[in-house]
């Protein structure tokens, strides 16, 4: 019963980055949550590659980059997950104790993730402007190079 921070980071760095960053970031944090988890290999990783690509998407097209949209794709991204794996281990599996699963383990281990998506953003949004700013100096820089 631990939050898995690793969906809000997967949603923090498609808020800002391209989607072949963010389609590696989802690889590699899905393995990562594969491997904590004890879930079959690449079950998250896909997971976490569709969320982190439509993420991406919808702001690009769509969404501001702001905390409420930030918050609602979060809590999505992490009630889908809890939800395909309630879905998996009951109806698919049926492992044993099912019957208590979603109350003991994925509604208390998504409500700590949602809490967790907080701490996420306040770490990750001085980081992403701090690299934004290095960017667009570095980009001044070759433009004045460049002329």
């Known amino acids: 019963m631990q939050p898995m921070c690793v969906i809000p980071a997967a949603i923090c760095i498609s808020m800002n980055e391209d989607m072949y960053f963010c389609m590696a970031a989802g690889v590699i944090g ?3 949550m594969d491997l904590a988890c004890g879930t079959p290999l690449g079950a998250n990783a896909i997971f976490l590659v569709i969320v982190s690509c439509t993420v991406c ?3 690009e097209e769509i969404l ?3 905390f409420l949209h930030y918050l609602l794709l979060t809590a999505a991204a992490v009630f889908a997950q809890a939800g395909l794996t309630y879905l998996f281990r009951t ?3 049926q492992t044993a104790g099912r019957e208590v699963l979603w109350e003991r383990y994925l509604l208390p281990s998504a409500l700590w993730t949602l809490a967790a ?6 770490l990750y949004l001085p980081l992403s402007r701090l690299l934004t700013k290095r960017v667009r100096s570095m980009d001044a ?3 004045r190079r460049d002329l």
């Open 64 to 66: 501001r980059r702001s």
């Open 141 to 143: 820089a070759a433009i």
């Open 117 to 122: 998506a907080l701490i996420i953003w306040l």
């Open 30 to 32: 899905g393995f990562g």
């Open 91 to 93: 109806v698919i599996f």
């Open 57 to 59: 998407l919808l702001f």
